[in-house]
Each structure stands twice: as structure tokens, then as C-alpha cells.
């Protein structure tokens, strides 16, 4: 999987349980290439949420909904991941 088809099923899983005004997804694997532990078959990414629903929940709460959301593509295809909700 590339980094593409993996912002495209991230953004489609995510739409599909929160209602979300945008969604951005950065790249931030680059950062990463020098470590130790990095995979070219994983990512590290930056999901920025617009969500006046998500907002409505504590941090925790969204966090959890978010790795659950994305439980599979977390074991799979995502080293890291930082979530920003505004």
C-alpha cells in the first residue's frame, strides 16, 4: 500500500462514523526515516479533524474512537499517528 491509497481509506473509514467538516492528512514519514525502527511499509501521519461533533467529546474519548475507527490500518500500514481536532 502507498501513502496514497492509505489517506484515501482513512479519510472514507473515518467520514463513515464522524461527521466531519474536513479532514486533512500529512505525511510526516520523512521525519522518520532515519530511526531505528522505521519500516517503509509503514507511515507516520498527521490526521487533522474539523469536527464540531468530535469537539463535543473529551480528548480520550475521541482518541478511542479514532483507533478504534482505525484499528486495522494502526497494526497494518500506520507506525504513528498525531491526531489534532479542531
Do not use: A, G, P
Not at 32 to 55: A, P, R, V
Amino acid at each position: 500500500m502507498d501513502i496514497n491509497q492509505l489517506i484515501e481509506i482513512v479519510k472514507k473509514k473515518i467520514n463513515e462514523k464522524i461527521i466531519c467538516e474536513k479532514i486533512i492528512i500529512e505525511d510526516k514519514t520523512f521525519l522518520h526515516k532515519t530511526h531505528s525502527q522505521f519500516d517503509k511499509n509503514k507511515f507516520h501521519i498527521k490526521l487533522i479533524l474539523h469536527s464540531n461533533e468530535i469537539k463535543k467529546t473529551n480528548k480520550i474519548e475521541s482518541t478511542k474512537l479514532i483507533y478504534k475507527i482505525l484499528d486495522f490500518e494502526l497494526k497494518n500500514y500506520i507506525h504513528s499517528i498525531q491526531i489534532l481536532i479542531i
